[in-house]
């Protein structure tokens, strides 16, 4: 796995996405800083999984990556064309498809899995007759583990797991070569997750597919990524590839996240793994650094001087004033026991 990406697939470049709140009367409008100048690649045939805490803007991020929501500003290139411009959406939204987070509410209760799955075809051209549409959604059900007879079902007859893989189907069969996945695994039970990440892996491997998982888990993050990016109150705090988070992880919120992962013996566990404090406003985000009101390494800098994304060696960027290569031990053990 590589460290940097030479020659990305998808790029994420300086985007922001900024919602206006409607203000009530005699009061000005407020702006919820959602997205603020995220830049992020990732190869072919690879995985970046964006990591944070709900509400860290991830999902914001996701859907102006598909284009379900224009960025503020910044850009979003698939391999170098800018598909946050509408005329450039148009020809290449078929390659990159978004699998949302609630399966269930991604299907029409009232269409039939197969009636979805040649929609989705229809609507983009593919598949030829209506047979040939057919047999391909029989095709694609099997591909992700389900038997050809789900193609007479309604979502309401299915499981959390096999609605899922309908999706996962439904996405599949516009042919893209970049699936943005939502919390793909959040809803499902530990041995359907399991099941849904076997299968994700398998479809990478057969068909080459780019992944942009979207998640607050950080195990499910470091077992299926090659990259992983941390996010904080709308910013990237950490860039890495999967090695670099989970064994040497510079970021303090980085740190605290990793110490926080479930692991098989609670008791096994380092002192001190929360993170105090409440995550504060996107509408009035914290000046300078935006963990600075919850880190335990703050200093006054943090305090009005945002630390930019900068390379610490073999490709690993890291946001922070207090993050150095040589300090990696010393701040780990910082971070894991800030009351010591
Ligand atoms: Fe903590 Fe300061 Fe680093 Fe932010 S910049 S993570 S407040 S040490």
Redesign the pocket.
Known sequence: MADTVVSPRLEVRELTKHFALRGGFGRSKEVVHAVDDVSLRIGAGQTLAIVGESGCGKSTLARCIVGLTSPTAGQVLLDGVDIAQPVALREHRREIQLVSQNPLSALNRRRTVGSAIVQAMQVHGLGGSKQARLDAADDLLERVGLRRDYRDRFPSAMSGGEMQRAVIARALAVEPSVLVLDEPTSSLDVSVKAKIVNLLLELQRDLGLTYVIITHEIDLALHIADRVAIMYLGRVTEDASVEQASCTPL???AKLLLAAKPVPDPRSRAAYVGIDGEVPSAVDPPKG?R??TR?P???DV?TTVR?DLTDLGDGQLVA????EPRDRKGLLDVVADPHD
């Open positions: 970021h303090p919120y650094c963990f600075h880190c390494l703050a200093i943090c630390p922070c004033h207090r993050a």
